[in-house]
C-alpha cells in the first residue's frame, strides 16, 4: 500500500519525532529571548498558539526532505 518498508518507515518516523522535539525546544527559546513567550490566552490551558506548531517548523520538513529523496 506504500513504498516504505516497516524499517525505513520507523527511521522516517523516529528522524520526523527527533527533529518536531529539537524544534520544539529552539523555537521556544527563540520566542522565550524575544519575550513572546507567554501568548497563552488564546487557548486555555495550552501554552499558546505558537507552541501548538513549534514542533511542525522542523519535523514538516525533515519528513518531507526525507519522502521526496529517498523514494522519489
Known amino acids: 500500500m506504500t513504498p516504505f518498508t516497516f524499517g525505513a518507515a520507523l527511521l522516517m518516523s523516529l528522524a520526523t ?12 527559546a527563540v520566542k522565550r529571548s524575544l519575550g513572546a513567550k507567554d501568548w497563552g490566552s488564546m487557548i486555555a490551558g495550552h501554552g499558546g498558539m505558537l507552541d ?20 522519489a
Open 17 to 28: 519525532v527527533l527533529a518536531g522535539f529539537v524544534g520544539g525546544l529552539v523555537l521556544s
Open 52 to 71: 501548538r506548531v513549534d514542533s511542525i517548523c522542523f519535523a514538516a520538513p525533515v519528513f518531507f526532505h526525507l519522502v521526496r529523496y529517498v523514494y
